[in-house]
């Protein structure tokens, strides 16, 4: 069993940055990890995933190039780095993690499979 808390979530003005975190209990080895996030009235989007043995991410398109995802391993924390925020990065931002598995490609950004989840963190950017 797995449990997800994240922080830093925040309100910032566009072009600002912030930096998430998500801490989790429990064997985190072996896993996809992910970010999604989700908007009013919108689905929820995965944004960015991790593998954790080997560190292998994949972004989605709507934050390549902004959003850096890392991790500690020692201490079991996700971190979040996201520069120049938009607007439409405004979203409920959840941390997920998939069972533990051995892997060979990289982590999906669908919420299929992603039995584990956190309460979410509330991120909202004005212009």
């Known amino acids: 069993q797995m449990q997800l808390v994240e922080s830093g979530g925040a309100s910032v003005q566009a072009a600002g940055t912030l930096r998430l975190s998500c801490a989790a209990s429990?064997?985190?080895?072996?896993?996809?990890m992910a970010w999604f996030r989700q908007a009013p009235g919108k689905e929820r989007e995965g944004i960015v995933s991790?593998?954790?043995?080997?560190?292998?991410?994949a972004y989605g398109d709507s934050v390549k190039g902004r959003f850096t995802l890392s991790q500690d391993n020692a201490k079991k924390t996700l971190y979040l780095q996201m520069n120049s925020l938009k607007p439409e990065d405004t979203a409920m931002y959840y941390c997920a993690a998939r069972p533990r598995e051995n892997r060979y490609s990289q982590c999906p950004l669908q919420i299929t499979g992603y039995a584990y989840w956190g309460q979410g963190t509330q991120v909202t950017v004005s212009s």
């Open positions: 429990g064997d985190t080895s072996s896993r996809c």
């Open positions: 991790i593998y954790t043995r080997d560190g292998h991410t």
